[in-house]
């Protein structure tokens, strides 16, 4: 999100700081149908075998165990109490989880729900809701969230509380069972085309939709507790979408747009540092200014060191495959308080990972039930 006060030029300077030696590291895990047997995913015959559970188990526990993230959010969990213990027998004491996955019948389950597992105490929790004033604003007279996101408060040695938001939004999937739509009077390609035509584009409202509240719940909060916050999960889209607005949306702020007297009376310096602290940051764009500006600092202080020496980021990995095509899913954000650009600044941003191996070269021994996203992780230091 970028806001862009009419006829002010803002020349704010980079800060630097020394590396400091606390870290904390966050990853983001979409599990892909996290279910222990004898129960099912979708379809009766969705059952994981004795062996492929296994399998699936130690290759969650293999990643979490070599790269050793302090708090992790997960999605597609079906089965939050096998996944709790899992993650205690990892060193992981507090676990968050609120939503049920829902039983369509018998041992068949659908809507999977979010779960969030930290290192570190776990001192409030609560799955987001829509603000219903908000929805009749918009024209809705209710809404829900396909899939609740959950916030857990993780109290974090030394940098304090931080709001840990874990989401899964919807899928471009049709939204529209057959049911849900009257007899067009079309068959075979006609109607299957068409149906699909209104079913994606439920899909889409709805998931620019949970963006849009959900953001507007996370800002609200950050003004009343004025905590900073994460943003993790699989956002089922590109950050960049139109649908995706609310977390990187350019606004053009002009003064008669502002009521608020005391806001209005700022210098536009004042207001443009007070408009800053909501805006919402891609952990990974911040990882590759960070990275740049520290190359630059090199090049200027050190004659030995060339460009060639400077490893900056690559372009950036993709989370997920639709046959060969690649596209990121999954993103890790963060408040105003991981960008060192900003005076109330409070870390920074190290290190940003895409685990894509078993995605470009899987071995089949090893990650035949593993999942068909790329685990993301960030890695932030103290200021």
């Known amino acids: 999100m970028m806001f862009v006060i009419m006829e002010l030029k803002n020349s704010t300077n980079l800060l630097s700081s020394p590396a400091a030696l606390i870290q904390y590291s966050v990853a983001s895990i979409n599990l892909f149908n996290f279910i222990a047997p004898p129960n099912a995913y979708y379809d009766f015959e969705n059952i994981y075998s004795t062996e492929q559970w296994r399998k699936k188990c130690a290759w969650i526990s293999d990643f979490i165990q070599q790269n050793q993230p302090d708090i992790i959010g997960f999605q597609e969990v079906f089965s939050p109490d096998a996944l709790k213990a899992l993650c205690q027998q990892l060193g992981y004491d507090y676990f968050a989880v609120l939503d049920e996955p829902e039983v369509q019948s018998d041992y068949v389950y659908r809507h999977p729900v979010v779960a969030l597992a930290s290192r570190y105490p776990i001192t409030e929790m609560a799955n987001v809701e829509a603000d219903q004033a908000a929805c009749q604003a918009l024209g809705l007279s209710q809404f829900n969230f396909s899939r609740l996101p959950l916030r857990a408060t993780v109290e974090l040695p030394q940098f304090g509380p931080c709001d840990c938001y874990v989401i899964h939004l919807k899928s471009k999937r ?22 699909q035509v209104l079913g994606r584009w439920a899909s889409s409202i709805q998931r620019g939709n949970e963006a849009t509240f959900l953001c507007h719940q996370m800002l609200i909060r950050k003004h009343q507790k004025h905590t900073p916050f994460v943003l993790m999960g699989d956002f089922n889209d590109k950050l960049h979408s139109d649908l995706l607005a609310a977390f990187h949306q350019n606004l053009r702020v002009y003064r008669n747009d502002i009521d608020d007297k005391k806001l209005a009376g700022l210098s536009e310096q004042q207001l443009l540092a007070e408009l800053n602290q909501f805006r919402i940051y891609d952990s990974y764009e911040l990882f590759k200014a960070t990275t740049k500006s520290n190359a630059s600092l090199a090049l200027d202080e050190f004659e030995s060191v060339k460009d060639t020496d400077i490893q900056l980021p690559i372009s950036r990995p993709a989370t997920h495959y639709y046959g060969s095509e690649g596209s990121v899913l999954d993103y890790i954000l963060v408040s105003s308080e991981f960008d060192p650009k900003q005076l109330k600044n409070l870390a920074h941003i190290e290190q940003y990972q895409t685990f894509d191996r078993h995605l470009v ?9 593993s999942t068909d996203h790329a685990p993301v992780m960030m890695t932030f230091s103290l200021r």
Do not use: Q, T, V
Not at 178 to 186: C, E, N, V, Y
Not at 361 to 369: F, K, Q, T
């Open 174 to 195: 049709s939204g529209f069972d057959k049911d849900d739509l009257a007899d067009s009077g079309a068959s075979g390609a006609a109607d299957f085309i068409s149906r």
């Open 361 to 369: 070269r899987p071995d089949y021994e090893r990650d035949s039930d």
